[in-house]
């Protein structure tokens, strides 16, 4: 997780190592592995979908590469949301994403901020603000539920450790200068304590609780817009969201020249595509690369894989927060009040950043960890099966 946070850094032989430890993994625990792709079967209609694409895309080479490594990236995910003890994956991960925001925020690897010249925090491996954002935002979450875990087992030390990182990862998401996850984060908090607060209630008031967090995520999604307005007020942003509006402009058109399939996975942003190479001289992109995009989830998926494509995502998606909620009313898990709030982290960010299945990243791995962990199994009481303390 921590080596998928540096791309910069470590680049291929990265990535090579992260396909080598999961394929090792999957080796070694073959019957475990078997049964988390059952369970989690939904989740992989994406990626089979992304790797079919390759038989119409524009560019099959690039689709096949990227399809591949998106596919395993789904894969160590799903392994990671079925380990068999879920508050020992959050310990983890609490050290990986705290750590690595501490460490960027010491390094004070500072940049303008795209279009609008504003300086913005970068991450230690050289990430975008966005991207950084995304992993310090990640890093808040998870220091709240290892602080609710410390209150839980009265350990004074686990309490202040995990109060002062997540105080220095809010103050690290802010500098980020990203207005998105600023109000993403705001609201993902605000619905983790209200999970927590019920996740001991009865399975009736919580289900209550759920069919209106259906209803109000709903809302803020359709009142993303205004609320993103304010924090562009507070922060200074520019109105024109650092020329998004510009890029979906141009998307409109390439989406009507193959709506239903789209230009295969990955496919679009390539030196070889005369109209990635004028958006990319259009906004002064000096290093020609897949790492640009049209900062909205559901427009770059159409490009790429067409409405078809992106009513398979979005049902996948459907499907795992519908089975998170579903074990948030049978179980006091803490570890799905976390995944639930990190889902909303994501998903509220869609209409302006890409939040996608994409390949050997750690938000994928996480992205598939949370859509997975609601069919972790259930253990229901009266059961021969006793579950350990903070087994989530």
Request: positive net charge; charged residues 10%.
């Amino acid at each position: 997780m921590v080596s998928a946070r540096i791309p910069a850094s470590l680049g291929m032989p990265g990535a090579f190592v992260f396909l080598v430890l999961t394929g090792l993994y999957a080796a070694i625990r073959l019957e475990q592995t078997r049964d988390a792709l059952w369970r989690c079967r939904l989740q992989l209609t994406f990626p089979a979908f992304a790797l079919l694409s390759v038989a119409w895309a524009i560019y099959p080479e690039v689709t096949l590469r990227y399809a591949v490594q998106m596919t395993l990236t789904a894969f160590a995910g799903l392994l990671l949301s079925q380990a068999a003890r879920p508050m020992a994956v959050l310990a983890g991960l609490f050290f990986a994403y705290t750590g690595y925001t501490v460490a960027s925020l010491l390094a004070g690897n500072i940049h303008p901020d795209g279009m609008g010249g504003a300086l913005a925090l970068y991450g230690l491996g050289g990430e975008a603000k966005n991207y950084f954002a995304d992993t310090a935002g990640t890093a808040v979450l998870l220091a709240l539920v290892t602080l609710v875990t410390g209150i839980e087992r009265r350990s004074p030390v686990v309490v202040v450790v995990a109060g002062g990182m997540a105080a220095i990862c809010v103050l690290t998401t802010v500098r980020a200068h990203s207005a998105g996850a600023v109000a993403s984060l705001a609201l993902s908090a605000a619905l983790l304590g209200a999970l927590l607060a019920l996740r001991a209630r009865s399975p009736a008031l919580k289900l209550g609780f759920a069919a209106g967090v259906v209803g109000i995520f709903t809302l803020s999604l359709l009142f993303f817009q205004p609320l993103l307005a304010l924090i562009q007020e507070l922060s200074a942003k520019d109105s024109g969201l650092t020329g998004r509006g510009y890029l979906w402009y141009r998307a409109d058109f390439i989406i009507a020249q193959r709506p239903w399939l789209g230009v295969g996975y990955f496919g679009f942003w390539n030196p070889a595509n005369p109209d990635a190479i004028g958006l990319w001289r259009y906004f002064d992109v000096h290093q020609e690369s897949t790492g640009f995009s049209f900062h909205n989830s559901y427009i770059q998926t159409m490009v790429e894989t067409g409405y078809i494509g992106l009513a398979i995502m979005l049902g996948g998606w459907i499907a795992g927060v519908v089975a998170l909620l579903r074990r948030f009313v049978l179980t006091p898990s803490l570890a799905t009040c976390f995944w639930l709030s990190y889902m909303a982290l994501q998903l509220s960010k869609t209409p302006v950043e890409p939040i996608r299945p994409a390949a050997l990243v750690a938000p994928t791995i996480m992205l598939f960890a949370a859509l997975g962990f609601g069919w972790f199994p259930v253990v229901r009481s009266g059961t021969a099966r006793t579950p350990q303390a903070g087994s989530g």
